[in-house]
């Protein structure tokens, strides 16, 4: 599902591809559900291509949304990421990733989960995995 959940450099909230033109792509906001063309110029990312930094192997963001998911119960976040200060951020992320690197994992970048994670579950966006790819037979 992460996979057409797309953040736009330049743009708050996150986007749900709905449609490819030519040189351009048609998404909508999960924000407030507006539609509009992205184009080639804009910095799109997929949900689905980033990680998170740890002390060994990088962590795909649909584990660590899951995580979060899994300590608020499925719930909107009890962390406020516009008015919580560097250590409840870094003592959030702690507990849902608790092998975080601390070096290059900025509060900004808590927070931006946070908000996400937020954002997705108001759009009713729950299931971070990847989709199981199916084997031709």
């Given at each position: 599902?992460?996979?057409?959940?797309?953040?736009?450099?330049?743009k708050?909230?996150?986007?749900?591809?709905?449609?490819?033109?030519?040189?351009?792509?048609i998404?909508?906001?999960?924000?407030?559900?507006?539609r509009?063309?992205?184009?080639?110029?804009?910095?799109?990312?997929?949900?689905?291509?980033?990680s998170?930094?740890?002390?060994?192997?990088?962590?795909?963001?649909?584990?660590?949304?899951?995580?979060?998911?899994?300590?608020?119960?499925g719930?909107?976040?009890?962390l406020?990421p516009?008015?919580?200060?560097?250590k409840?951020?870094?003592?959030?992320m702690?507990?849902?990733l608790?092998?975080w690197?601390?070096?290059?994992?900025?509060?900004?970048?808590?927070?931006?989960?946070?908000?996400?994670?937020?954002i997705l579950?108001?759009?009713?966006?729950?299931?971070?995995?990847?989709?199981?790819?199916?084997?031709a037979s």
């Amino acid at each position: 599902m992460l996979k057409n959940i797309l953040s736009i450099t330049g743009k708050s909230g996150l986007f749900k591809l709905i449609s490819r033109g030519n040189n351009m792509l048609i998404v909508e906001s999960l924000l407030d559900g507006k539609r509009m063309p992205t184009y080639a110029r804009d910095k799109i990312v997929s949900l689905a291509d980033i990680s998170m930094f740890t002390e060994g192997d990088d962590v795909p963001l649909w584990q660590v949304l899951e995580n979060v998911k899994k300590h608020e119960d499925g719930e909107l976040s009890a962390l406020d990421p516009k008015t919580a200060d560097k250590k409840a951020l870094c003592d959030y992320m702690t507990i849902v990733l608790p092998d975080w690197d601390q070096e290059r994992v900025y509060p900004s970048d808590i927070r931006k989960l946070v908000q996400w994670y937020n954002i997705l579950i108001n759009a009713n966006i729950t299931d971070f995995e990847p989709e199981k790819e199916e084997v031709a037979s």
